[in-house]
């Protein structure tokens, strides 16, 4: 249940634009200390899990491991095949993601 709202969530913001879907729109956001919070999905690579740990940490970023699969997370945002890292640059969208993810016990590090 609480994970459809998770997902419905991310959908929304989506819809309004304010979400940067996948790792170079992420990266780049991150680097440039724009990004408000970084989610990433349970089945990347670990060397995606270490990179965006690594990213997130340096730009002092929130940054969540989901339990959501990469399809999943496609999905939410109305994508077929699979998305690993979305990221929104927005605070309020980021706060009510974070309450979403927290709500959800999905938090798996918030630097």
């Not at 879907?21 to 999905?41: H, P, Q």
């Not at 990213?55 to 940054?63: F, G």
């Amino acid at each position: 249940m609480e994970q459809n709202k998770l997902l419905t969530s991310i959908g929304l913001c989506r819809r309004a634009g304010k979400l940067l879907i996948g790792s170079d729109n992420t990266e780049y956001s991150v680097r440039r200390a724009k990004s408000k919070l970084v989610i990433v999905a349970a089945d990347v690579s670990e060397n995606t899990r270490e990179k965006y740990e690594r990213l997130s940490e340096e730009a002092e970023t929130p940054i969540f491991f989901t339990e959501l699969k990469m399809s999943e997370l496609a999905s939410a945002v109305g994508q077929s095949g699979i998305l690993g890292v979305v990221s929104t640059e927005d605070g309020g969208f980021a706060k009510m993601l974070i309450a979403k993810l927290s709500t959800n016990s999905n938090k798996g590090g918030n630097k």
